[in-house]
């Protein structure tokens, strides 16, 4: 059968990778040569997670031999094909460890502004967290919080016109409503750190342990706040009532009908439930969409709403609706069929407490800084066309270099000719070693005590290889096909190890020598135009996984 990705599953799986970053950030650890499970993580591996920046070398030119300094070119789009992986681990310059609290549970930025119209927070609803047709997801974030839309209706008349100006989202405590005129209830569920360095234009994190006080719970606690329609049925007629029998947190059991200060009005139309509004019968007219059905207190003794019937709707444990239709007393009619309700109920600690698991928080938000050229020149002042989330990688060498969490990751090479003989280069140009057959892309080199190294990477492309060039005084390395260097031959007599190798050496059970697989897997990765890097700028890398 068919699986069906709910929010729920897909919630989840935002968190474990979440958790799973930060498990591996936090526990400290440089990772062992056989990337082996730590003692305290029998069940798992203590996955290593970085955030990669690669490929100097240019993108090919897009049909009509559109380069990629047009304003037109268009970047190639991941495929998610196993060699395209290769490459991006094999384009790396750098990567940088992503520390426990750079990663959260983000959800998209729906920004509260006058003249929408917002969903009601339904439960039951597939698409409340979605805009469809004029109507707005049933969140906004607006100043430094989020918040939740509980109800949208004005007394009989069903969605409200556009938002005014009077109807922002705000509270006068801490999670608690915003009562409009207009229709419009808001109930804070998130405060946001401005200064949270996870908020992009277009994303927000939420967090995911926050402080909430007792009486801050019970403002929302078990609190019913909207009726939702899965199936409106048919043939219902104006004699159909709903009975809602209610469990609250103490087993305590409510019947609810319409001889009680709250009931549940159908609104009905061509035989067809629309919607359901709750009411306050002793106070008509007074209902979800009322300032007077929402306009209760905080009663300071007990910490929850009171009012205009608040207090039966909140502490909510369990609902069920009966829908009786005995029909408008023609004869041989049978009354109305099929319609199914849900009730939207906050969780028993309330929304504030929850607020990961309520909102569409199914987005993953990474950030890693690149200062400069980070410690030991660990992160080159090249272009970039690259950025990548790999895990479960180990590092290849310690080459006397002090930072642990960042690792230089390009190939290179001694030379023996002198610097003074190096000819002028740009990454990404190609160059050869006739004798070896190998071809690579320059990306770097740099000149220390009057030696001269080359860095240089390959990947799939067809005019390179991934034939390393040989040690030897007597192999040229140059820009012609021949290996003869432009301006003076150049020989190599030694070939240096990152500190991340893309593909490692290791023991294996046989006592022969394996190659290994890449070292570590590509979770994410983005393409994009050449950026420019500086020794004296600091990138700002944050990456946004949809789950």
């Not at 060699?83 to 983000?106: H, P, R, Y």
Request: charged residues 20%; proline residues 4%; negative net charge.
């Amino acid at each position: 059968m068919a699986a069906i990705i709910t929010d729920h599953f897909r919630r989840n799986q935002a968190r474990l990778l979440v958790n799973d970053i930060k498990a591996s950030a936090d526990s400290k650890f440089d990772s062992p040569a056989d990337n082996s499970n730590e003692t305290n993580w029998p069940y798992r591996g203590n996955n290593r997670y970085a955030v990669g920046l690669g490929k100097s070398d240019s993108w090919p030119d897009n049909a009509g031999s559109v380069g990629e300094d047009a304003t037109n070119f268009v970047v190639p789009a991941p495929t998610g094909i196993r060699q395209e992986d290769e490459d991006v681990i094999n384009n790396l310059f750098t990567l940088k460890d992503v520390a426990g609290g750079s990663v959260k549970q983000m959800i998209a930025k729906n920004t509260w502004t006058s003249g929408r119209k917002y969903k009601v927070y339904d439960s039951a609803d597939p698409d409340a967290f979605y805009a469809t047709g004029d109507l707005y997801p049933c969140y906004a974030t607006h100043g430094n919080s989020v918040y939740l839309c509980l109800s949208n209706t004005a007394v009989n008349n069903g969605f409200t016109s556009v938002v005014g100006s009077g109807t922002a989202p705000s509270v006068d405590s801490d999670y608690g409503f915003k009562i409009s005129t207009h229709g419009y209830v808001w109930c804070e569920v998130a405060k946001l750190d401005a200064n949270d360095s996870l908020i992009t234009n277009q994303f927000v994190p939420i967090p995911d342990s926050p402080t909430i006080t007792a009486a801050q719970r019970k403002r929302t606690a078990g609190l019913l706040s909207h009726v939702g329609v899965v199936s409106g049925g048919s043939g219902y007629s104006s004699n159909t009532t709903i009975t809602a029998t209610i469990v609250d947190h103490d087993g305590d059991v409510r019947t609810l009908n319409s001889t009680n200060p709250i009931s549940f009005t159908p609104i009905i139309s061509g035989g067809v439930i629309q919607r359901v509004d709750i009411r306050d019968p002793q106070n008509s007219p007074a209902d979800t969409g009322s300032y007077e059905f929402w306009n209760g207190v905080i009663n300071s003794d007990a910490d929850q709403m009171v009012g205009s019937g608040l207090a039966i709707l909140d502490r909510i444990k369990s609902i069920n609706f009966h829908i009786s239709d005995p029909g408008s007393g023609g004869s041989g009619e049978t009354g109305g069929t099929g319609a199914q309700l849900s009730g939207t109920i906050a969780p028993s600690t309330g929304y504030a407490k929850n607020a990961i698991d309520v909102l569409p928080t199914w987005f993953v938000g990474i950030n890693v800084d690149f200062e400069g050229l980070e410690t030991d020149n660990d992160a080159l002042a090249l272009k970039f066309r690259q950025v990548s989330l790999l895990k479960n990688f180990v590092r290849t060498t310690e080459s006397g270099d002090t930072s642990l969490n960042t690792l230089d990751a390009l190939k290179s090479i001694t030379l023996h000719t002198p610097a003074s003989s190096f000819p002028t280069l740009t990454a990404g140009q190609i160059l050869y070693q006739q004798t070896s057959g190998a071809k690579f892309y320059y990306d770097h080199h740099k000149v220390v005590s009057g030696t001269t190294t080359l860095f240089y990477h390959q990947n799939s492309d067809g005019e390179i290889n991934q034939i390393d060039p040989v040690a030897n005084n007597s192999y040229g390395i140059g820009t012609a096909l021949n290996g003869n260097q432009v301006s003076a031959g150049v020989a190599a007599p030694g070939v240096i190890v990152p500190e991340y190798q893309s593909r490692v050496v290791s023991g294996t059970t046989d006592g022969t020598t394996d190659h290994g697989e890449f070292n570590g897997e590509v979770i994410f990765h983005e393409n994009r135009k050449a950026f420019t890097r500086s020794t004296t700028q600091t990138e700002e890398v944050k990456l946004i996984i949809q789950l």
